[in-house]
């Protein structure tokens, strides 16, 4: 099992801690994770300006893994979005494709159809399998609770995933938490958005949005929530200390990537899966299960 | 007040050809897409089926110059959901995107675009970034990349030029 893996922007230079972990079960795994220098931003951030400029940035990318015979592993949710979703549109619009491989003509490159692109927790799920996973669990995670945080672009728009989770009732993050020995724990709103997209037009809509999540999770007295979307993150973790200095209210919730849970079952250290890098600090919980 | 000298019945079609469907056309107002957004529910100013009905009645000024069209944060609830296939998310891109066109982009958005125009990513990557990454048993990442700065000179020339 190959993949080119794609970092995008946010998780090289904000999101360590999930790349980190993401390398390191891939490894336990056998998952073969191959970077590509030339990988750029997806095309998400300029998809408000000029949806032309996404399209031609996100076959750019998937020309450059197909160059080399191999498929994506995304970890971000928003990339993850845009390049299945610009490969679909590409497979089946012969006139787009040819307009856009006229643009990428200038820079010596050619899209084909053909590389499929799939989120990293996808590929835990339905490649590896749950089974699989379940073999190399050797540390008892059965005293924590998590909640599982799926994000928008991880399930929809439904038609360009193929359905593999239900996007009105997901439940595959939860089994991939379940299969560590930890519980997964429902919670009111969990499809809703963290507001990460409009966090720079509206800050106290976007703040708030991510607020109405952090009541609702830690009304059940989980350990952390989990998230598969470094954005997503930023909203929960990162913004966590504002949302609680503007409204007057403290959570101390952490917030765990899933590869960093799945990591601590594998019996994996604390350094190797980036725990430095959590801003709301998981102590508490890794004192459960015995981690220093 | 609606002022209806001041409509442009052609809106709806100039938005679908830009879409490139016509799926806009096919709202019967039914509100689900306004019932599941999670920006609404926050703050009204953001109201889907509302922008629908302006874009067909042909509020196409209003649309175009308004700050709800900056609000939807893309989490295709109400693409899913939509009874009439209206593709909401779609269309509000294709908004921002004629916005954009007549001058009336959000800053942050066009932050983001000059960002990625100048870069190739998000996010300008400094040696220091790198070193970090280093010492955390990580490869490094490219600074700039070029050919995504050469794939988008055309929209720093229009940026120049206006």
């Given at each position: 099992m190959k993949y080119a893996l794609f970092l995008g922007c946010t998780i090289p230079v904000r999101g360590q801690n999930y790349e980190m972990s993401a390398r390191a079960v891939a490894k336990v795994l056998d998952?073969?994770?191959?970077?590509?220098?030339?990988?750029?931003?997806?095309?998400?951030?300029?998809?408000?300006?000029d949806r032309h400029d996404t399209t031609v940035m996100a076959a750019r990318n998937l020309a450059i893994a197909a160059a080399e015979g191999l498929d994506i592993a995304t970890l971000c949710n928003a990339c993850t979005g845009v390049l299945t979703e610009t490969e679909k549109e590409l497979a089946?619009?012969?006139?787009?494709?040819?307009?856009?491989?006229?643009?990428?003509?200038?820079?010596?490159?050619?899209?084909?159809?053909?590389?499929?692109v799939k989120h990293f927790s996808r590929i835990l799920y339905e490649d590896v399998g749950l089974d699989k996973l379940k073999d190399k669990v050797t540390r008892d995670l059965g005293a924590l609770s998590f909640s599982a945080h799926y994000g928008c672009h991880y399930l929809r728009p439904k038609e360009i995933y193929e359905c593999f989770d239900d996007a009105e009732n997901p439940h595959t993050l939860d089994e991939l938490i379940r299969v560590t020995g930890a519980k997964s724990v429902d919670y009111m709103g969990k499809l809703d958005c963290c507001g990460g997209a409009i966090l720079g037009?509206?800050?106290?809509?976007?703040?708030?949005?991510?607020?109405?999540?952090?009541?609702?999770?830690?009304?059940?007295?989980?350990?952390?929530?989990?998230?598969i979307c470094p954005f997503c993150t930023i909203m929960y973790e990162?913004?966590?200390?504002?949302?609680?200095?503007?409204?007057?209210?403290?959570?101390?919730?952490?917030?765990?990537?899933?590869?960093?849970?799945?990591?601590?079952?594998?019996?994996?250290?604390?350094?190797?899966?980036?725990?430095?890098?959590?801003?709301?600090?998981?102590?508490?919980?890794?004192?459960?299960i015995g981690v220093e | 007040m609606i002022d209806s000298k001041k409509l442009d019945p052609h809106f709806k079609f100039e938005v679908a050809k830009e879409m490139g469907k016509v799926n806009v056309t096919r709202c019967f107002a039914c509100g689900t897409c306004t019932a599941g957004c999670p920006v609404r529910v926050i703050d009204s100013k953001y109201n889907p089926r509302k922008i629908i009905r302006m874009v067909l009645l042909g509020m196409r000024e209003e649309v175009l110059s308004s700050d709800f069209i900056w609000l939807?944060?893309?989490?295709?609830?109400?693409?899913?959901?939509?009874?009439?296939?209206?593709?909401?998310?779609?269309?509000?891109?294709?908004l921002r995107n004629i916005a954009v066109r007549e001058g009336h982009v959000h800053p942050a958005f066009k932050e983001q675009a000059r960002l990625v125009g100048s870069f190739g990513r998000l996010y300008e990557v400094e040696d220091f970034d790198n070193k970090k990454r280093e010492k955390m048993g990580l490869p490094p990442v490219k600074k700039?990349?070029?050919?995504?700065?050469?794939?988008?000179?055309?929209?720093?020339?229009?940026?120049?030029?206006?």
């Open positions: 998952i073969g994770l191959v970077d590509l220098d030339d990988f750029s931003c997806c095309g998400f951030p300029v998809k408000a300006t089946g619009n012969e006139a787009l494709r040819n307009e856009v491989n006229a643009e990428l003509k200038k820079i010596g490159r050619e899209y084909k159809p053909g590389v499929k037009v509206d800050e106290g809509i976007a703040l708030r949005m991510a607020k109405n999540k952090l009541d609702s999770v830690t009304a059940n007295k989980v350990d952390a929530l989990v998230t990162d913004n966590q200390k504002k949302i609680e200095a503007k409204y007057e209210c403290y959570y101390g919730l952490p917030t765990l990537y899933y590869p960093q849970l799945l990591g601590l079952a594998f019996g994996l250290d604390r350094k190797s899966l980036g725990f430095r890098l959590n801003k709301v600090k998981p102590d508490d919980l890794l004192a459960k | 939807c944060s893309t989490c295709y609830t109400c693409y899913d959901r939509c009874p009439q296939d209206v593709m909401l998310t779609s269309l509000m891109t294709t700039i990349h070029d050919e995504v700065v050469k794939l988008l000179e055309h929209d720093a020339k229009k940026e120049a030029e206006s």
